[in-house]
C-alpha cells in the first residue's frame, strides 16, 4: 500500500484529517496545502451533576472483507489491548465475528460482549471471510448493569443482507447501546436502501428507547451531509437534519448549529474525520470519508472525539469522551 503507514491500532495517537465538504471549499480557495488540517476545538469538560467522564468508541472489525477477515486474531487481539488501555465504557463493533467476540469476552474480565448474527439474502446466517458468524455487537463494562438485548430488524428490501441495529440496554439506568451497519453502495437501490434502514432505527430509538439516554454507534456507508444521516443529526445542525442526537465528533463540539467560522473560512458541523479508507496520498493530498459515528442524545456533554488508526481493518477506530 501507498500514503503513510498506519500505526499498530492500541497504540495509536490522535490525529486529525480535513472533512470533505471543508476540503471542497479550501480546494476552491486554493488554499488547500499538505498538513494544513482545520484544527478542531476539543469541549473542555464541564461536570454535571451525577455524570462521569467515560470513554465509549466504535469499530467496524472487517470481518467481512476479502483481506482482513482472512488475518486470524490480529483484530480482537489489538482491540483487546486497546480497550486495556482505554477502560472504555463500552465498544459497538460492526462486521465482526462470532468467534472474536467470544475471544474478546474470555480475554476482557469486567466486560461483556452481546454478539447477533445477520442473515444473508437468501435468508442463511452471514459468514466472515474465516469460519465464523457475521455480524455486529456491544462490548461493554459489567458494570453499567445491562440486562437486556435485542436485535431489531432494519427492513432492508427482499434479496439484500438484511441489516439490524443490535442495542442492549440498563433498564435501571434508562441507559440504550446501539450499534448499527447499514447496506453499502452508491446506486440508487442502495441509497434508497440505507435510507430507510436508517429511518427505521431511527423510529425505534424515538419509540422504544424514549426516555432512555441513547448511544448509536455504526458504520452508517455514508456521509455525514447524506439524506441517510438527516435521520439521525438533531435539526438544529440544519442541511435537513431531523434528528434528534449530537455526534461526538463534529467539529463544533457540543454546539449544534449549521457551521462555525465565517465565509470563506467556516466548517459544517455535520462532518468530521475520515474513518473510512482513511489515507495520505504520495502527493500529500487526505483521502478517506467519514463513514463512522456515534450518536448521542444531544443534552450529553461531549468532552472530545477522536478517530485513530488500526492495521487490520480498512476502518478507523471513533473514541470519544462522553459524561453519563
Known amino acids: 500500500m501507498t500514503g503513510r503507514s498506519r500505526q ?14 471543508h476540503a471542497a471549499v479550501l480546494i476552491t480557495l486554493g488554499l488547500l496545502v499538505q498538513g494544513c488540517a482545520v484544527p478542531v476545538t476539543r469541549v473542555a469538560a464541564v461536570t454535571a451533576t451525577g455524570a462521569t467522564a467515560r470513554q465509549v468508541g466504535t469499530f467496524n472489525m472487517a470481518g467481512g472483507h476479502g483481506t482482513y477477515g482472512a488475518l486470524g486474531d490480529q483484530a480482537p487481539d489489538a482491540l483487546v489491548t486497546s480497550v486495556q488501555e482505554r477502560g472504555p465504557a463500552f465498544v459497538t463493533l460492526q462486521e465482526t465475528c462470532r468467534d472474536w467476540t467470544e475471544r474478546l469476552d474470555a480475554r476482557l474480565p469486567g466486560y461483556s460482549v452481546r454478539f447477533d448474527p445477520v442473515q444473508t439474502g437468501g435468508g442463511a446466517t452471514a459468514r466472515c471471510r474465516h469460519a465464523s458468524d457475521f455480524g455486529n455487537a456491544v462490548l461493554y463494562r459489567d458494570d453499567l448493569g445491562i440486562d437486556a438485548a435485542t436485535a431489531h430488524p432494519l427492513e432492508s428490501p427482499a434479496g439484500y443482507e438484511q441489516r439490524e441495529m443490535l442495542c442492549v440496554r440498563s433498564t435501571a439506568a434508562s441507559l440504550a447501546i446501539c450499534s448499527a451497519h447499514l447496506t ?5 437501490p442502495q441509497l434508497d436502501a440505507r435510507r430507510h434502514e436508517a429511518s427505521v432505527a431511527a423510529g425505534i430509538l424515538a419509540g422504544q428507547y424514549a426516555g432512555y439516554t441513547v448511544f448509536l454507534g455504526g458504520d452508517l456507508n455514508d456521509d455525514p451531509m447524506s439524506g441517510m444521516a438527516d435521520n439521525f443529526y438533531d435539526s438544529g445542525y440544519g442541511r435537513g437534519a431531523r434528528g434528534r442526537f449530537k455526534e461526538v465528533d463534529s467539529p463544533c463540539g457540543n454546539t449544534i448549529t449549521e457551521r462555525t467560522g465565517s465565509w470563506p473560512l467556516y466548517t459544517y458541523c455535520r462532518d468530521g474525520e475520515a474513518t473510512f479508507d482513511d489515507w495520505v496520498t504520495e502527493e500529500g493530498s487526505p483521502t478517506g470519508q467519514k463513514f463512522d459515528f456515534i450518536f448521542v442524545t444531544r443534552a450529553l456533554q461531549v468532552d472530545w472525539g477522536d478517530a485513530t488508526t488500526a492495521p487490520y ?10 459524561r453519563f
Open 8 to 21: 499498530t491500532f492500541p497504540h495509536s495517537v490522535p490525529r486529525r484529517s480535513i472533512g470533505r465538504f
Open 184 to 188: 453499502n453502495g452508491d446506486d440508487q
Open 313 to 322: 481493518s480498512d476502518h478507523d477506530p471513533l473514541w470519544a469522551s462522553v
